[in-house]
Each structure stands twice: as C-alpha cells, then as structure tokens.
C-alpha cells in the first residue's frame, strides 16, 4: 500500500550532477557549531537549474515569464506519470503509440535509465528526453506541465533548444531533476512547489498525492 505524500524531490548536496558548464553545488558552512559558533549558517550557491527544479518561459523565451509569475494552478492539480521503459529521444510517434489519459495537462516521465542517476555527480549526457515533434505533440493535446527525471527534457546531443523553444513558448512549464523511481505508473495529484523568486529557474519540492483528492 502506497503512503502519500509520496516525495518525488531529490535531496540536494554538494554531490548533485549539475549541467555541464552550470555552478557546481556549494553548500558551505559559515558558521558552525564544531567551530564553536552559537548557530550554523550555510551559504548555498549553485545554478537556478540544479537538483529538483523547474524552467520558467524566460529561460529560453526573451521576456518571457520568471517563477513568480507562474500561475500556482498549473503547479498543483491532477497529473499522469507515464512509464518509460526505453532509451533515446521520445518523439510525436512514441506518445501517439501510448496510452496517454484523454486530458493529459500535466505528464510525469519516470524512465527506467534514470533511477539513481541524481545520487551520482557524474552528469550523465545519454539520459532520455523528448523532441520538439512530441512537444509539439503533447501541447496539442492541452499539456501545462511537463515533468522528467533527469536533469532536462530536451535531448543533450540536438534538439535541446527546439524542445525547450516548444514548450516554454507555448507557457509549459518544466519540471527536472524528478524523483520517480519509486513511483507507479498511474495518475496522481501533483503538488510542485518553487521558491518565490524572480528567475528563469528555481528550486522546487514536489509531491504527489492520491488521484481522487488533496484532503
Ligand atoms: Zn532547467
């Protein structure tokens, strides 16, 4: 028997892979209690895009909307995590062939080869991500959010920028850095939080919930 909330965070360290030429964590410590100081203090500098995150219009969209302005609705509500089980990048083709709940807004893609990649720093470039004809795809079935577990949902060898160009221009938010490996296929009610900030990326928790309500 599931327990909920069913935390689909990773938890974030000075381990944490982050994108090739991003900051690297740094959790430090300014002050400590081993040091002999009365409160430990921790200075956090990493990327806006490390870790469980998601992508505002702005970060490709020249304008385009920063975290604090997205509307929390399309943060919390009923989702859909898809299951995936192969490798490579997921075209119009692969979602037209599965079978996606009719009113799909927010879809979850849990993808076998990413278990426990985010607990190893090494980035990981063959990770599993969509092109911009699945997009395309998703948006026309009326998809507000797009969720993966590794750290992008556009391929890292091409096609990076169409799919990010796709989605956050049509306003999906992104979500990355997921963690679904415990997780079973099915539909849920998300709850995907960032910090308020005026930004192209932030930092999130996010939760599910069972699928016939919050309370
Ligand atoms: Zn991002």
Redesign the pocket.
Known sequence: MQTFPIDISVTTSNQTPV?PNHAPVNLSQAATHERGDVAEITHINMG??TAT???APR?FVPGGGLVDEIDLTTLIGTCYVHHVTRTGVLTAEYFAAQELPESCTRLLLKIDDHAGRLYQSEFYENYTAIDHTAAHYLIDRGLKLIGTDY???GPYHAGNVETHQALLGNDVV?V??LNLAHVSEGTYQLICLPIRIACD?APCRAVLMPATGLA
């Open positions: 994108w806006a895009h995150h998601l992508d970060h750290l992008s949902i992104i990355e850095g990326g």
